[in-house]
């Protein structure tokens, strides 16, 4: 199936997988290339600066690196569940070049995300991993870790464990609508992205079931808890900066 302007078969799977593909009426707002970029003197904003002081201001989040984190798992949850709906529900998937993609760092959760233009790509390990990981989760791990001193580790698992969330809720979704053939190709996808070396360490997916090898840190805002693919059983007490990967 080719991709349709709209991408209208992502809608009934849900929020996190809509992609509005707005084209010329998209708003004047920042591509993701423009937030993963260090902005320079001139350019009036930060908008992923903007973002993680949005999510710790709505969390009470204790520390920025908190935040960031949260952040950073809410927009690759996007990302691949964008990416994941379209190969298991089209054959293929969109181009997602940042300089394609706008963001609105000022929006609730889901992020939301308008793609200028449609082009379609092979819906093929290698090349999901290119438009995802080295697209989009590289540069924005790069800025997180630089400028808000998050651990690689810690980034790498938040990816890891929002691609397990994405193919866990696309499977639910199918077996629910009779579409056994797109839960296979979804679980069949993950599985390989999950032997891409940025993958490869970041906790053992059984079926689609997910345990982590990181915490994300969400137990250290304020009635926080563990999520369900935590390394952890309890949350730690011990230690104000418990090991974050």
Request: glycine share 10%.
């Amino acid at each position: 199936m080719d991709l349709d302007p709209d991408l209208a078969a992502l809608r009934p799977l849900g929020g996190f997988f809509v992609l509005s593909a707005a084209g010329e009426a998209v708003r004047p707002l920042a591509t993701l290339a423009q937030a993963y970029a260090e902005p320079g003197p001139a350019e009036p904003g930060d908008p992923l600066a903007f973002r993680v002081r949005k999510v710790a201001d709505a969390l009470r989040a204790p520390e920025p690196r908190i935040a960031a984190s949260v952040a950073q798992q809410g927009l690759a949850a996007r990302l691949w569940s964008v990416t994941l709906g379209c190969a298991a529900l089209y054959g293929a998937v969109p181009d997602l070049d940042p300089s394609l993609l706008r963001w609105d760092p000022d929006a609730g959760a889901p992020d939301d995300l308008w793609l200028a233009e449609v082009r379609p790509r092979p819906a093929d390990a290698s090349t999901v991993a290119d438009v995802v990981l080295h697209g989009h989760l590289e540069p924005l791990t790069a800025a997180l870790r630089s400028r808000y001193r998050v651990a690689d580790g810690l980034l790498w698992g938040n990816a890891g464990s929002a691609l397990a969330g994405a193919a866990r809720q696309l499977d639910q979704w199918a077996r629910a609508h009779g579409r056994t053939d797109v839960a296979a190709r979804a679980h069949a996808l993950t599985v390989e992205l999950f032997t891409h070396p940025l993958l490869a360490g970041t906790g053992t997916l059984h079926g689609t079931a997910f345990r982590r090898r990181s915490c994300c840190l969400y137990y250290r805002v304020p009635g926080g808890g563990l999520c369900g693919d935590c390394c952890f059983t309890r949350a730690p007490r011990s230690s104000p900066r418990a090991p974050s990967g």
